[in-house]
């Protein structure tokens, strides 16, 4: 079978793909076959012709469309199948936009591909973006950016676009002083890495209601979701984690997606701009040492998230029911609609 952990998909230019996978042993021989759809790639198995045959662990594809996401479906000569596809989606203006498809649940079932995004803020998504975007048949967008947030960086998605756009502003109530003073240009802080671990603690304490009503939104139909806020890290994160979790996904590989915002964001040219635009209570430049702890994502910031489920619910199933909402049903229901 295919390790999913080693198969990727990594975009070259606009020209070309390259697949690769964990080397079987012996060799097998892998077909690769390309969609832009990925429910022609759930429910059946006659896909024709594939585009290449390799006895190889990596192969190159031809892009046909550089505006258009394209899915892969990979097979052996055993008939062993892995969908794939690009996990960042190649959008200039937004550097952190993901598809969450792909990771295996706890029962070995896998998230659909092509139904669940999250990202950073939209407003900066050129005119190629919001084609590419257009084609993703996104239904909900959920924004968890407070409203003095949305209001100065309209979400610029068209109804054709999606069918719902959702405010659930996320504000961390037991750091007001912190947010109020960022608005304002300044950056008064000790312990930036305790402080975002703080802030992660508050989105359990009382950030619960807006992350369970994404839920409810999420289930009000076969939605294609995408959820955002500033930067696509904190409260993005934290959703993000949210719906793996519940959908099986063990808290490891939930960590691991978590710190891929490290990955993609340009943290270095974030750092030299805050630097220069930000000053502490004293007026000078906001140092490294505090901006890089409130810009990177760190294994510690989930993990408190985690941690405070545990200290104030007895299991997960309370924490779904109480904290979130969802009943045995519920969960069935996501899970048939999102797992395959």
């Not at 240009?185 to 359990?204: C, E, S, T, W, Y």
């Not at 209601?209 to 409810?216: I, K, N, T, V």
């Not at 993990?303 to 779904?320: D, G, L, M, N, V």
């Given at each position: 079978m295919f390790d999913l952990s080693s198969c990727h998909v990594e975009r070259l230019d606009d020209r070309k793909y390259r697949i690769s996978w964990r080397p079987f042993d012996p060799p097998r021989t892998v077909g690769v076959y390309m969609s832009d759809d990925p429910e022609h790639f759930y429910g059946k198995r006659d896909f024709g012709v594939p585009l290449?045959?390799?006895r190889d662990s990596e192969v190159l594809i031809t892009n046909p469309d550089a505006r258009v996401r394209h899915y892969f479906y990979l097979e052996t000569d055993c008939g062993d199948g892995a969908i794939l596809?690009?996990?960042?989606?190649?959008?200039?203006?937004?550097?952190?936009?993901?598809?969450?498809?792909?990771?295996?649940?706890?029962?070995?079932?896998?998230?659909?591909?092509?139904?669940?995004?999250?990202?950073?803020?939209?407003?900066?998504?050129?005119?190629?973006?919001?084609?590419?975007?257009?084609?993703?048949?996104l239904t909900l967008v959920c924004d968890f950016r407070q409203l003095v947030e949305q209001e100065l960086d309209p979400t610029p998605l068209e109804a054709r676009i999606s069918?719902?756009?959702?405010?659930?502003p996320v504000t961390p109530g037991s750091k007001h002083n912190f947010m109020d003073n960022l608005h304002r240009?300044?950056?008064?802080?000790?312990?930036?890495?305790?402080?975002?671990?703080?802030?992660?603690?508050?989105?359990?304490l009382n950030q619960m209601?807006?992350?369970?009503?994404?839920?409810?939104l999420l289930l009000a139909g076969d939605q294609q979701l995408l959820i955002h806020c500033a930067?696509?890290?904190?409260?993005?994160?934290?959703?993000?984690?949210?719906?793996?979790?519940?959908?099986?996904?063990?808290?490891?590989?939930?960590?691991?997606?978590?710190?891929?915002?490290?990955?993609?964001?340009?943290?270095?040219?974030?750092?030299?701009?805050?630097?220069?635009?930000?000053?502490?209570?004293?007026?000078?430049?906001?140092?490294e040492d505090v901006l890089r702890p409130l810009l990177e994502v760190r294994p510690e910031y989930l993990?408190?998230?985690?941690?405070?489920?545990?200290?104030?619910?007895?299991?997960?199933?309370?924490?779904?029911e109480t904290a979130l909402k969802l009943d045995e049903d519920k969960l069935a229901r996501l899970r048939e609609r999102y797992l395959h």
């Open positions: 290449v045959t390799t596809a690009e996990r960042r989606l190649s959008l200039q203006g937004a550097p952190n936009f993901r598809d969450l498809g792909g990771y295996v649940t706890a029962d070995g079932r896998k998230l659909k591909w092509g139904k669940l995004f999250r990202s950073g803020k939209l407003s900066t998504l050129t005119e190629e973006d919001m084609h590419y975007v257009r084609r993703l048949g069918r719902q756009l959702a405010s659930l240009g300044v950056v008064a802080v000790d312990d930036a890495a305790g402080l975002m671990q703080d802030i992660n603690r508050d989105f359990v209601p807006q992350y369970a009503e994404m839920f409810q930067s696509g890290k904190d409260r993005t994160g934290f959703g993000a984690a949210l719906i793996l979790d519940v959908l099986g996904v063990d808290e490891e590989a939930i960590v691991q997606d978590y710190l891929l915002t490290n990955k993609y964001l340009p943290i270095e040219q974030e750092i030299q701009r805050l630097s220069a635009e930000l000053r502490d209570h004293a007026g000078e430049p906001v140092s993990r408190a998230c985690f941690e405070e489920i545990r200290k104030r619910h007895e299991s997960k199933q309370h924490f779904y």
